[in-house]
């Protein structure tokens, strides 16, 4: 590298999200600045100024080049000497060859590519998807950061000394990369996805011979204690702490010339995974870091379907598919066989035997492939589900609920929720999020809504029967909460209670150090470290001389920060995650998560409802996806998670500045998601300025709720179109797939499929039809113009008002003067059963407005829920109120499941009410 840039200042990272795809755009720019310099050069026209920008963008390069192995010092070197000689044909050809070979990933397996006097380019088949006929025949590269006071002339040589311990049958091959200073290690960590593992040796020191502004905030939090009084000697110790915390799915060694024996006893060292003395076992470190990559990249269950496919098996069961006979000797279904191919066929079995494993009782390749899906997610113990979140939360609420017990439930998470209130006999008791009318849709529960309804159980005597929380993180629409502010305040009150955080569309945020803070399995572990802390004990100890008791009566608790009792309080945090919806897994492939310090007193109802709800019959391939998906996450996660976020931003940016697009189209920010009294640090958009990572940090450590990036909410009623005709255009005439809608808006959600193609698509679709409209209304004129405005006023201003949950009908109350609302809603749901005790009374009729005004009170006798908004506005014994049914009569969507037009609202016969519990009764 160029010596004379080693301290030339700040790092060149201001405006973006992601250091890793920054860094590969400004390669991409300095290959356009190069064969710009070498087509002028040509041309014999003046190129001082592509001179000076080649020599500035090299020059911004540099500093996050080294904290990467590819391209390497040779290649800088080569890049200066092309630019002192002036020789742009030379530049450019290197530059272009760098930049491809970082694109396409080529430098993993080309050595070529490394050396600037050889003649290697990258081909078309390194940019190509892996062939279906074999498999790929490159080993997985990777990179091992090297923390070392090692003076920096000798990096190069020790470079080559690592080279040397490879051997042929190594199953993977890594180069190093070198860092001097605690905060350099942090920065290497954050900007270069291909590290794996770190060697962390002695004598380091602490700060980084650069400036980095835009990284300062993390490098600051990333360091607990003062660094001008601490032990250097505990440097390397600390380090590993910070980067476990930042990437915990890496490798930590430690090389250390100074009591080895005596630091691996230390509680630290549980953040290492191996301690080296001195340099006396290289090859033993090899073969380490080589062993715990191979442990992440370890896949037992789709490991051994491979072998299972390859045998020549003879099948006698239940699956005429297996082995594919059926079908490759079929005259009428053989072009099954040519979509599938043969491997689908040839891995399909409905046997337990040769290897395969139970998923029911696992004792093999599954229980191993859980395990480690647990120790990647940060989870004790972790399930497998073939059949989607939807069975993954029935299967909680089953094991953990019992007939009689209170769940405090979001009236808007979806519908497998409340279903699983009919099944176990636990009685909902609704909290209502905080509307966002103006979307037609829902934010997440504020939580001083529910510390109001555990103090409001507490006062009535009924604490003891409140045994869940049951919360959506995030929600659909990006509605993120802090999770261990949620737990740690309920637990003050309540210091039982089980928490199940329905994270079907958060799987993914365990492998990004933003998202993470925000997981249901971080904030356990968080929330248990917390609570062992002699620290904690005394802000615990200050906090009960000023609240008491906990009194419900005190008006001061629902505004203040209350604190679990340590001594009392129990952490049980259920996580259920739809791996199919953000990871590489096959549809309906699920998981539950468990961090569960009681988890000895339920495992038996665990496993029944994990009977009751799992087919004795899974798919295989879902089994192996979920295996893969997580192997995946642990080795590329970080980088993948961190791109889907950038490209988010990158849409946002482009939707909420472009000139023509704005004036059509937008996507909402915090600021419009999320109201001000949840946003304590004031954050309002994500645009991608200077400090947006610094902002965002900052945000989500803090406030009470947090907007997810990669779900965005694209206002498209300012348009003049509804959410339902505008993705179903989408997809008509630009191929464009949206899942979610609103009255006035579709969710456009990035994930680690997406690529800046993706984005590019979709902001030219959008600047097409705000063409399209600006040209229509420029032709036809004022009256053109007063429909649209007028179709554009009743979609985003004559909005009905969303209705709340109303209460249940007395009869399905234990007390109907309780100040709380549960109900018996299972009973409600089974009264429905019987014909002779439902009625049906069309929506648009007198007799509903009659009713409504005069009685009998109306009881819904079904699940109400209309897509959009997609949660139940109607649950079995709920009392219809006049605010549902305007919200009903104005609904403009196709799909309402729980309803059919022609027949009308069912309801429950006011001369049914009460039967089933006076059936018991008799």
């Known amino acids: 590298m160029n010596d004379e840039n080693e301290n030339s200042g700040s790092m060149p990272v201001g405006q973006g999200f992601s250091v890793p795809d920054m860094r590969h755009d400004r390669w991409a720019r300095l290959a356009v600045t190069a064969r710009a310099w070498a087509a002028a050069a040509a041309r014999k026209e003046k190129t001082d100024r592509l001179i000076a920008e080649a020599e500035t963008a090299l020059a911004e390069l540099e500093p996050l080049d080294e904290f990467c192995a590819f391209p390497g010092p040779a290649l800088h070197r080569a890049l200066h000497g092309n630019l002192r000689d002036g020789d742009a044909t030379a530049f450019a050809h290197l530059a272009q060859r760098i930049n491809s070979a970082l694109s396409s990933g080529a430098f993993r397996h080309e050595a070529a590519l490394w050396e600037p006097g050889e003649e290697a380019e990258v081909q078309i088949a390194d940019y190509l998807p ?116 930042i990437r915990p799915e890496l490798d930590v060694y430690m090389l250390t010339e100074r009591g080895a024996e005596s630091l691996a006893g230390r509680p630290e060292a549980a953040w290492l995974r191996r301690i080296f003395y001195g340099v006396e076992e290289l090859m033993e470190l090899h073969l380490s870091i080589l062993d715990g990559v191979g442990d992440r990249y370890d896949t037992p269950y789709f490991t051994n379907l491979k072998r299972y496919s390859q045998k020549p098996v003879g099948t006698f069961h239940a699956l005429p598919v297996a082995r594919g006979k059926s079908i490759f000797r079929s005259h009428w279904i053989r072009d099954m066989g040519h979509f599938y191919g043969t491997n689908l066929f040839l891995a399909e079995s409905s046997a337990t035997t040769g290897g395969l494993d139970s998923l029911l009782e696992p004792t093999g390749n599954i229980k191993r492939a859980q395990e480690l899906a647990a120790r990647a997610f940060g989870a004790d113990r972790a399930y497998f589900v073939t059949n989607g979140t939807s069975t993954s939360n029935k299967i909680v609420l089953q094991a953990l609920l019992a007939p009689g017990d209170i769940v405090l439930i979001d009236r808007n998470c979806h519908k497998s929720h409340h279903y699983a209130m009919v099944l176990s006999g636990a009685q909902p008791l609704y909290l209502e999020a905080y509307p966002m009318t103006a979307y037609s849709m829902y934010g997440a529960v504020p939580l001083r809504s529910i510390k109001q309804a555990l103090l409001a159980l507490k006062a009535e005597g009924k604490l003891d029967r409140a045994k869940l929380v049951d919360l959506t993180n995030c929600t659909f629409d990006g509605h993120m909460y802090n999770p261990q502010r949620v737990m740690e305040e309920c637990l003050a009150i309540k210091p039982d209670l089980v928490f199940l955080w329905d994270e079907a569309w958060f799987g993914f945020a365990r492998f990004s150090p933003f998202h993470r803070l925000r997981t249901a399995m971080h904030a356990a572990d968080s929330l248990a470290e917390r609570l062992q802390s002699a620290a904690y004990r005394e802000e615990y100890r200050a906090f009960r001389a000023e609240a008491g008791d906990l009194d419900p009566a005190d008006p001061r608790l629902l505004d203040m920060r209350l604190l679990p009792d340590p001594d009392r309080s129990r952490v049980r945090v259920y996580a259920t995650q739809s791996t199919h919806k953000s990871m590489s897994a096959l549809r309906q492939g699920s998981m539950v998560l468990v961090r569960d310090q009681d988890f000895g007193l339920v495992h038996g109802a665990f496993e029944e409802a994990y009977f009751t709800h799992t087919s004795t019959s899974p798919n295989l391939q879902i089994i192996a996806s979920l295996d893969l998906a997580r192997r995946q996450m642990e080795l590329e996660g970080y980088e993948l998670v961190i791109r889907a976020t950038d490209l988010a931003l990158r849409i946002r940016q482009q939707v909420n500045s472009h000139p023509l697009i704005s004036k059509y189209f937008r996507v909402l920010t915090p600021a419009e998601m999320v109201p001000a009294e949840y946003r304590e640090s004031g954050i309002a958009d994500y645009s991608q300025a200077e400090g947006i990572r610094a902002r965002i940090l900052d945000a989500w450590r803090r406030d009470e709720f947090a907007l997810d990036p990669t779900r965005l909410t694209l206002v498209c009623g300012t348009a003049g179109y509804d959410g339902t005709a505008f993705k179903g ?180 016969k006011a001369t049914s009410l009460g039967k089933g519990r006076r059936r018991q009764a008799r």
């Open 130 to 245: 892996p062939s279906a006929e074999g498999e790929d025949r490159h080993r997985p590269y990777f990179e091992v950061l090297s923390v070392t006071a090692t003076d920096p002339s000798r990096y190069e040589q020790m470079r080559q000394e690592i080279r040397r311990l490879r051997r042929a049958d190594d199953p993977f091959i890594y180069e190093l990369v070198q860092v001097g200073s605690f905060e350099d290690a942090i920065v290497a960590v954050l900007a270069n996805p291909e590290l794996q593992a770190i060697v962390i040796g002695d004598g380091f020191g602490f700060r980084s011979q650069r400036d980095w502004p835009a990284l300062r905030d993390e490098l600051d939090r990333a360091v607990p204690f003062d660094p001008d009084t601490a032990d250097v000697r505990d440097y390397g110790l600390r380090l590993a702490w910070a980067l476990k915390n």
């Open 729 to 908: 255009m989408l997809a008509e005439r630009y191929d464009i797939q949206i899942n979610k809608t609103s009255r006035n808006s579709i969710l456009v959600q990035t994930n680690i499929n997406n690529t800046r193609s993706d984005v590019a698509h979709i902001v030219k679709v959008l600047a097409e039809i705000a063409r399209q409209i600006d040209e229509e209304l420029r032709q036809g004129g004022a009256a053109a113009r007063a429909v649209f405005e007028a179709r554009v006023k009743a979609l985003m201003e004559d909005v009905p008002d969303l209705p709340n949950f109303s209460r249940f009908h007395a009869a399905f109350r234990d007390d109907p003067r309780s100040a709380t609302a549960e109900g018996h809603m299972r009973e409600a749901f089974y009264t429905a059963y019987r014909p002779e005790d439902c009625e049906f009374v069309p929506l648009a009729s007198k007799d509903v407005d009659q009713r409504l005004k005069k009685g009998p009170e109306m009881v819904a006798a079904d699940f109400v829920i209309p897509y959009p908004p997609g949660f139940p506005i109607m649950v079995p014994g709920q009392v219809i109120t006049a605010d549902t049914i305007e919200f009903m009569r104005k609904l403009d969507v196709k799909e309402i499941h729980g309803y059919h037009a022609a027949q009308g609202l069912r309801l429950l």
